[in-house]
């Protein structure tokens, strides 16, 4: 299958659909989520809470999306989080130069050139507007952060273009309020927004998206805490650059360097097994170590989980050692003091961090999820992150079956996320079912009304057991689980 097959299935289906779709000229780059898309987004996030916000007691915090000039320019956003653009000199078309040097010479380009070596490349490849064939101008920079104005002054602000740096202005107060001890993770769900030069990657690239972040709050003295050590008989995928990954014991991966404390082994280990639990392929998982070239300037080792696609490696989390930088940056700005007590001694604590992109990460399990099987489509999703969970089903519209029928979803509804369907051909039901992922089905038929047991069908097996009634509330956590 293909991101195009994906998609379709996904808009067909209520997962997600083009932004303001009836406008004509909507920008690319938005996306909403329909009704099983927020279900099955929901689910998603519920996971990430429990396999490792709750798992890992960390502190989830929800902050403010529209932060004030002066937290970015601490972040370093400000100055540098931009895209070297190029305009036409005539159409005053305008592109990402990297990305236009790259289609025209068939080569990577490397994204961290300063502006006269991208000017070189221009040049010495001849390259010139795409559209109109005119000269283009020289090289400038494009910062990627929406502005915002605040009140009637018109106050600079920028719509946050990740979500930690609530995390890092608050650390103080939730240092002085929560009792924490480091080691310590901090979690935030919510959206960000990156203002993309042009975004063709549909729902890959987005200008508005989910991040679940999460930051590790540390000092060097815990890098190598024995707490960390149920991590070492795990196992971890690890990849030396563009390779198959090598799947090896965290213990090993710290004696060969490749991870290079029990900390981070500790952290990449939880965030691998967060994906295979909820229904990734282990095989198809990596932790690709970033080279020098890739890496922020602030880190000093990185790690991106990747997952294999129809569209390539994708990158679904960022996994960078990011030292003190954000906190003694955010102190230097803020004048607030960010630091804490080790030893009667003033540390600013460091930070690994693990950043996840939701969206992407929901579109890698439903291509891994997506079977087509004897003529049939379905959703292998598992129940954990399945958007319903159960679907009830009267045989036909008649003889009082759709009566018992709703009688039993409006018992399960309850305790489940339940779907009653009552139209159409019983075929075309478990079809609709199959393709939103829905692991069992409910059959109400004639039988029903006379032996009260009903049939229920597994989305994976296709094989039917015929259930009593009375049974199906105790019967299905067994079942989901
Ligand atoms: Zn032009």
């Not at 529209?66 to 400000?78: D, E, Q, R, T, W």
């Not at 010495?124 to 915002?148: D, E, H, W, Y």
């Not at 310590?184 to 030069?197: D, L, T, V, W």
């Amino acid at each position: 299958m293909n991101y195009e097959e994906v998609m379709n299935l996904a808009t067909r289906r209520g997962f997600f659909l083009r932004s303001a779709e009836s406008y004509s000229s909507t920008p690319a780059g938005f996306w909403d989520y329909g009704p099983l898309g927020v279900q099955f987004k929901n689910r998603f996030i519920e996971m990430w809470r429990k396999m490792l916000v709750r798992r890992d007691a960390m502190v989830e915090i929800d902050t403010a999306q529209i932060m004030p000039k002066n937290v970015f320019v601490a972040s370093g956003h400000l100055a540098s989080f931009s895209d070297p653009v190029i305009e036409c000199g005539s159409c005053h078309s305008i592109f990402r130069a990297d990305k236009l040097i790259e289609e025209r010479t068939k080569k990577n380009t490397p994204e961290k050139l300063d502006d006269q070596a991208y000017d070189m490349l221009i040049q010495q490849n001849r390259i010139a507007c795409p559209n109109c064939n005119s000269p283009l101008k020289g090289t400038k920079r494009f910062n990627m952060m929406f502005r915002v104005g605040i009140g009637p002054q018109n106050e600079e602000a920028y719509l946050r273009p990740e979500t930690c740096q609530g995390i890092f202005v608050d650390f103080p107060y939730l240092f002085k309020t929560q009792r924490i001890k480091l080691p310590k993770g901090f979690a935030q769900y919510g959206k960000s927004f990156r203002n993309e030069i042009a975004p063709r990657q549909g729902i890959l690239r987005q200008r508005e998206f989910y991040q679940a972040e999460i930051e590790v709050l540390f000092t060097p003295a815990n890098l190598d805490d024995p707490r960390f050590d149920e991590a070492l008989g795990r196992p971890i995928n690890i990849a030396e650059g563009d390779t198959e990954p090598r799947r090896m014991l965290a213990s090993d991966a710290l004696k060969e360097q490749v991870v290079p404390s029990k900390l981070i082994a500790y952290y990449l280990t939880l965030i691998q097994s967060f994906y295979e639990e909820i229904g990734l392929d282990p095989s198809n998982i990596r932790l690709r170590r970033l080279t020098d070239e890739e890496k922020a300037f602030y880190s000093s080792v990185a790690y991106d989980l990747e997952v294999r696609t129809s569209v390539g490696w994708l990158e679904l989390v960022a996994c960078n050692y990011r030292s003190d930088y954000d906190l003694k940056r955010h102190s230097e700005v803020s004048g607030s003091d960010f630091t804490i007590d080790e030893g009667g001694k003033r540390v600013t604590p460091h930070v690994f961090e693990l950043s996840m992109g939701v969206d992407r990460s929901l579109y890698a399990l439903l291509e891994n999820c997506y079977k087509v099987e004897e003529g049939r489509t379905y959703l292998s999703l598992r129940a954990a992150v399945a958007p319903i969970q159960v679907g009830i089903f009267p045989l036909v519209t008649k003889d009082g079956l759709p009566e018992a029928a709703t009688e039993i979803y409006r018992s399960l509804i309850k305790e489940f996320d339940a779907l009653y369907d009552g139209s159409g051909s019983i075929g075309r039901r478990y079809a609709r079912a199959d393709e939103a992922g829905v692991p069992f089905c409910i059959t109400v038929d004639h039988d029903t009304l006379s032996t009260k047991t009903v049939t229920v069908r597994n989305r994976d097996s296709k094989s039917q057991e015929r259930v009593a009634v009375s049974e199906l509330e105790l019967m299905l956590p067994k079942l989901l689980r």
